[in-house]
């Protein structure tokens, strides 16, 4: 019954911009923590960002942080990542997770709810 849909991956040249969005049915994102992960090939997958405690946010690393923004839109029960000067390896399947546990964290054991993924790729 849960669903998360992401939407916004494709295609861009390094120093792009790609706008990721989550949108959650049957499950309130205003009572949970909501991150974004990503996973490259032969890669674990890693938190990118997180937003939680109303607006409160947490990024992988200083070239996330310098680079992307998480926000949330309340009304329509949508997160989005905002990801600009997108390098190659950035490159990734994006997946939006959500969870009533996911509080100041990255680990993705900690999120109940999975979206599907979308597909980011970053040419150089």
């Known amino acids: 019954q849960v669903q998360l849909v992401e939407s916004g991956g494709g295609s861009v040249q390094a120093g792009g911009a790609l706008r990721l969005s989550c949108t959650a049915s049957r499950v309130s994102f205003s009572t949970m923590g909501v991150g974004w992960f990503r996973q490259a090939p032969g890669k674990e997958r890693e938190g990118v960002a997180a937003?939680?405690?109303?607006?409160?946010?947490?990024y992988r690393d200083t070239s996330v942080k310098a680079r992307f923004t998480i926000s949330q839109d309340i009304a329509k029960n949508t997160v989005h990542l905002q990801m600009n000067s997108l390098k190659p390896e950035d490159t990734a399947i994006y997946y939006c997770?959500?969870?009533?546990?996911?509080?100041?964290?990255?680990?993705?054991?900690?999120?109940?709810?999975w979206g599907q993924g979308t597909q980011v790729t970053v040419s150089s």
């Open positions: 937003i939680y405690s109303g607006g409160n946010s947490l």
């Open positions: 997770a959500a969870g009533p546990r996911a509080r100041w964290t990255l680990t993705p054991r900690y999120y109940d709810y």
